[in-house]
Nanobody
């Protein structure tokens, strides 16, 4: 019922920037929290940043000061501006939404996008 589509990944040199986008669609009643997670080969998926519908943000320590998460509530879209990229940021980045559908407005669940590859070369 809720689909997430990421875009904006790619190959960039260390110190460069990328901007990721994720658009949610479907029979959405509301999205409380949207976020970005990432997973490098052989590693667990980890939280990068989250943002609530009210604009409160949370970041992993490793990206604080470099990444900025934002959202457009009217368009059900979340963004991740990534600056000063490091090789350690290389991973598949996944969009996440804690959303409720119009069918069950009081019940929220997590939805995931397909992921977008970010590769940072040294």
């Amino acid at each position: 019922q809720v689909q997430l589509v990421e875009s904006g990944g790619g190959l960039v040199q260390a110190g460069g920037s990328l901007r990721l986008s994720c658009a949610a669609s479907g029979n959405i009643f509301g999205i409380a929290t949207m976020g970005w997670y990432r997973q490098a080969p052989g590693k667990q998926r980890e939280l990068v940043a989250t943002i609530t519908s009210g604009g409160s943000t949370n970041y992993a320590d490793s990206v604080k000061g470099r990444f900025t998460i934002s959202r457009d509530n009217a368009k059900n879209t979340v963004f991740l501006q990534m600056n000063s990229l490091k090789p350690e940021d290389t991973a598949v980045y996944y969009c996440n939404a804690d959303a409720a559908t119009t069918y069950a407005p009081t019940y929220r669940r997590n939805y995931w996008g397909q992921g977008t590859q970010v590769t940072v070369s040294s």
